[in-house]
């Protein structure tokens, strides 16, 4: 009697949509977040909350959103009995004490990328999740996105043989009064490029090859003195793996927008591009010994693939990938380039054995 409760309780579980507050009501969360909620099969979005009350207000009326909170009216929100979860959409400075008190509340969170402004703050926010018996996930479109998944079974079956060396770069030009001023903020983004957009780089290599690297060089440039006061204009940097594996990688706020991943194998190579923006379609080239492939990624939403496996693992049915521990890791080797362009030297990456 005790299990056929249980069975019918684990049923109801999984079909009942898990209720999200969307925290941070900016440009990523208007133009990408909420609209996926449409699109999800176990998320719903049921509050809302933002910097300015009216706004959101009138947003949540358009979106026929019920509840609806300023910043500061957060603990509010996390009372709500209809939120089980919370998506993070602020800026990275602001994501270690939203994370914190949601975890203190008993809800569960899906924090945007990166994971924080610092690896001091994510591992709090690992330790608080934790401690309060809440699941963190790191938001990495890539996880669910189909050119990167085709790209990874590529790699992982072998048929590009050993994988030596690993380019990729991920850069957008910065434009005064048009570009988002606080990623020139050093509190509110943690640093410039690496952080907005060079991580995925990090995350996404490493996620290809099931391995992280153990050593780093990297140097850092600036060329407009005037707007990169607190933060790099560009960065480079070169990843050393145990298994010898090599990854070049580059992000810069002073380029046409670019991206791309560039696998060399001794048995063939591949190339993604563009690799990391959800606006356009993915062009994948790969060539096997004689054999060339080319495969068109149409376009699709890749958040609500994201939002949906993170509400499964609420609900039980599967565990969270990524999750607080891979944006953690991402942070401390960011950690380490920053280091190694400072010193201008390379820098081994020490992880914390406790996170």
């Known amino acids: 009697m005790m299990m056929k409760k249980a069975s019918t309780y684990n049923r109801a579980q999984k079909t009942n949509k898990i209720g999200f507050a969307v925290v941070g009501l900016g440009s990523i969360a208007q133009s990408s977040v909420l609209p996926a909620f449409e699109h999800c ?42 939120v089980a979860a919370v998506y993070i959409a602020t800026p990275q400075g602001e994501h270690e004490h939203l994370t914190i008190q949601a975890a203190k509340a008993g809800k569960h969170v899906l924090c945007e990328k990166p994971l ?30 189909p050119s990167a998944l085709y790209l990874k079974q590529l790699i992982q079956s072998g048929k590009l ?101 560039y696998v060399q194998g001794s048995k063939g190579w591949a190339s993604l591009s563009p690799a990391f923006p959800f606006e356009e379609e993915r062009q994948l080239v790969a060539k096997i010994g004689t054999r060339q492939t080319v495969r068109t990624f149409k376009l699709i939403d890749e958040f609500a693939p994201e939002i949906d496996a993170f509400a499964s693992a609420i609900q039980g049915g599967s565990g969270v990938k990524p999750d607080g521990v891979q944006g953690h890791r991402d942070m401390t080797i960011i950690d380490a380039i920053y280091q190694s362009a400072k010193k201008k030297q390379s820098v081994t990456i020490i992880y914390d054995s406790e996170r």
């Open 41 to 82: 099969k176990r998320a719903k979005l049921v509050a809302l909350v933002g910097r300015d009350s009216k706004e959101t207000a009138k947003l949540a009326k358009k979106l026929k959103v019920r509840s609806h909170y300023s910043s500061a009216e957060y603990a509010a929100c996390l009372n709500n009995s209809e």
């Open 116 to 145: 924080a402004a610092t690896v001091k703050q994510s591992a709090a926010m690992l330790d608080a999740c934790r401690a309060n018996g809440v699941l963190l996930m790191t938001a990495y479109r890539k996880y669910y996105e």
């Open 161 to 261: 043989g050993r994988i030596d060396v690993i380019h990729t770069a991920f850069s957008e030009l910065h434009t005064p009064g048009k570009s988002l001023l606080w990623l020139l903020n050093a509190k509110a983004a943690g640093g410039g490029p690496l952080m907005d957009l060079g991580v995925y780089c990090v995350n996404t290599t490493r996620w290809l090859v099931e391995e992280d690297p153990v050593e780093v060089i990297a140097q850092s440039w600036v060329n407009d003195s005037d707007r990169f006061k607190e933060v790099e204009e560009g960065i480079s940097f070169r990843l050393r793996f145990a298994s010898g594996l090599i990854v070049q990688g580059s992000s810069s706020y002073g380029a046409a927008p670019s991206s791309f991943i």
